[in-house]
Structure formats: C-alpha cells, structure tokens
C-alpha cells in the first residue's frame, strides 16, 4: 500500500509511539495529585508543553493542550471575538478556503452578531496582505488566516499579513495545523498572537493538539470545570497524548530541512509526470506549497471514481478534504480558487509523507494516468468535451 493522504492523517513515528507507550505504563498518574507520583506526571506534562514551545518559539506559559486543531480553531476564534466585543469590535476577516472548523465558528459567530469578512484566495490559492490590510477596519478584531492550506497545499505569506495586524493592533489567529512540524513556524517572528496546531498531522496521535495564546490575550473557555491549563481548558490532561506529541514535534522539527528537500524532489517529480495526462491542471501555486502537496483537477471524470480505481491499486489518497469527501458538494476551497464545479469534482489530493520512495512516485503516476484514461473512456462528460458540444475548460 501507498499511503498518499498525509494532509488527513500521519502515521505515528515510532519515537512518539515508544514515548506514549512509556507514559501510559510508567507516568500515568494525574498531574492535578499533590503526591509525588502525580507531580511526576505533571513533569511529563510540562516538559511536552516546553519542548512545544521551544520549537515554535513561544513560552511554555503560551501553551495550553487542547483535543486537536478543530478545538483549538474554535477556542482561538471565540476568545478573540469575545474580546473584540467588550471594545464594540465585532467584525471579523478570514479567508474563502479554511478549514471547517473555522469557517463554521464563524457562521455561529455571525448568528452571535459579528460580522466576517472572507478574502478571496485568488487562482493561486493565496491572500494577498494587501487586500487583509484595506479590509481592515476600525471595529476589526480578529483576523483568522491558515498558515497552509488542507487541500491544495498553498503556504501564506503570514509574516506579512502578521506585521500588517501588529501595526493595526487586531489580533491574527493561525490555523497552522498543515504547517507545524513541516515548514518552519515561529510565532514571535511571524507576529502571530493565537495558533492552533494538531498532532496527528505531524506523526503524533489522533484526539490531541495545543492552542499558542500569546501572553495578555485571555482566552474564553469552551470546557468548563476544573482548573487544568490554567484554568482555560477543564479535564484531566491526556498526558501520554500531550507527550508523544511533543516527540513528535521535536523530531519532525529536527528533520525538517532535510524532509522538505526530499519531499520537494517527490512533489515536484510527481506534479511533472501528472502534468502530462492532457486537460489537467494543478491546484494552487507551484511553489509556495507543502514540501508533500499534489492537488490535481482532471476534466471530464469524477473524483469520487479516481478514489476507488486507486484504493484498488493500493493507493490511497483523496478527494478535497476528508470532511467533504462522501459528500456531493465539491470542495470549498478548489471553487474559491475558480474552479467550476464540474471540473472541481474531479479533483485528486496525494499527500506524501517522508518515507515516499521515487518507485512510489512513478508508480502513481503510471496508475493515475491509467485510470483518468479509463474513467474517460466511458465518460459521457468527456465525450461531449472531445465532440465539442462542449468546451475544455482545462
Ligand atoms: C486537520 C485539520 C484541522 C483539524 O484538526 P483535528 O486535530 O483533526 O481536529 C484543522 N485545520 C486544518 C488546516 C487541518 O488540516
């Protein structure tokens, strides 16, 4: 099998696995308990939580644990939008093509009264800082934008947008969670003041992640109860998860450059030889994307097909998000970059993780061009286009 959907999910590395091992069997006390075998798992628990911050340069103080991006989204979103109301701010600014878990905090923050703003993304599949700069006005309070995007792989200019917002004083939150552990992010020099980050993308576990809250923003809690993270997120902290997911990050941070130069290589040569199956076109700009990213648009095929053509090659990859796939809805974020939604659904995400070989690479290629042949060939879709009765877009 190859896996190709890294953007969905990651495999554990085997140091993260070892290290959850390690502290489901051995530190598995409450770190909340005064004994010392509590404050043992508290040390645990501290230690991941300085680690994470050391890599994305914050202070540990800046860090609170959270169930995973899409909690971390909404905590990061509600807290700032909160905020900016006790100052009779309610407008906010995001993007066409983020993830659900902001866009859909938005819509009930709309429902709440403020009033969201989204940027269009253009054919590249990137916010210009200009537009965020005029679409800043005097009652913004948060401007939300991913520091990469989940499908097509397109990498924001966040330092720019970043600096813009410090100087205007509106809060910049940043779903980093495709950019955390594979290209570098730091948050002092990114001028960023909320992120939100996954491990389970960056080869940790499933079911954890941590919000950056930068000192002096005050985060509104969606979790009541108890006073774990300082009081900001309630529940016994899922220490073993918090801790390979600090591994992770360390060992992906560590391997960083030498991944995404190898990565880029796959990408690029993978991206090379899709280019060549006539009336396609690659999703996003060419370079500012994810070392592991390929996002394609076949015309005249359904995507839904591809995927399971491919499944039974041994190939597994995607169509859009995980989140739309299953659905009819062609994917956001392809129609915000002006796809139309016949050519939209027929798009291919291949994420590759590190350990892709170039057999891997060409092997997809060869399948791919094989099975978007074969789709076509009983395509009624296709056959109007090679008739002419209707036009190529692509
Ligand atoms: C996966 C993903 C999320 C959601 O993270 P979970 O940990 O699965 O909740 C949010 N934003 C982006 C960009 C993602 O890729």
Redesign the pocket.
């Known amino acids: 099998m190859i896996y190709a959907d890294n953007?969905?999910?990651t495999k554990m590395s085997e140091t993260a696995t070892q290290t959850m091992l390690n502290v489901l069997n051995a530190h598995w006390g409450n770190p909340s308990s005064l004994y010392s075998f509590g404050q043992d798992a508290k040390e645990v628990l501290e230690g991941a939580r300085k680690d994470i911050a050391d890599v994305i340069g914050a202070q540990p103080g800046e860090i609170i644990f959270t169930?995973?991006?899409?909690?971390?989204?909404n905590q990061a979103i509600r807290s700032a939008a909160y905020l900016g109301r006790k100052k009779g701010k309610t407008h906010i600014i995001s993007s066409a093509f983020?993830?659900h878990?902001?866009l859909h905090t938005l819509e009930a923050l709309e429902k709440e009264g403020f009033e969201v703003t989204l940027l269009p993304v253009h054919e590249n599949g990137i916010v210009l800082p200009e537009e965020v700069c005029e679409a800043v006005r005097e009652d913004t309070c948060l401007v939300s934008i991913?520091y990469?995007?989940?499908e097509i792989g397109t990498i924001q200019r966040i330092r720019e947008i970043g600096s813009i917002l410090r100087m205007r004083g509106v809060l910049f939150h940043v779903?980093a969670?495709?950019a955390v552990g594979h290209i570098p992010v730091n948050v002092r020099n990114d001028n960023i003041d909320l992120l939100?980050a996954?491990?389970?993308?960056f080869h940790g576990p499933?079911?954890v992640?941590f919000l950056y809250a930068k000192r002096g923003v005050m985060l509104t809690n969606l979790i009541e109860g108890g006073a774990q993270e300082r009081g900001k997120r309630a529940g016994t902290e899922n220490v073993a998860g918090i801790a390979a997911m600090a591994a992770a990050l360390k060992e992906a941070n560590g391997k960083m450059a030498e991944n995404a130069a190898r990565l880029t290589k796959m990408r690029d040569r993978l991206i090379r030889g899709l280019r060549e199956i006539p009336h396609s076109a690659l999703n996003g700009d060419a370079e500012q994307r994810l070392p592991g990213n390929v996002s394609f648009c076949f015309e005249g095929i359904e995507g839904e097909s591809l995927l399971l053509l491919l499944d039974d090659k041994g190939i597994c990859a995607s169509s859009g998000?995980a989140c739309t796939s299953g659905s009819l809805d062609p994917s956001h974020v392809l129609l915000a970059i002006g796809r139309v939604h016949d050519v939209a659904h027929g798009s291919l995400r291949l994420s590759l993780a590190e350990d892709i070989t170039e057999a891997d690479v060409d092997y997809i290629i060869q399948t791919v061009k094989e099975v978007v042949t074969y789709l076509r060939s009983f395509s009624p879709v296709w056959r109007d286009l090679v008739s002419g009765k209707t036009k190529f877009i692509l």
């Open positions: 953007a969905a999910t169930s995973g991006g899409s909690e971390a989204d983020e993830h878990a902001v991913m990469a995007n989940n779903d969670v495709q939100s996954s491990a389970h993308k499933k079911g992640g998000s």
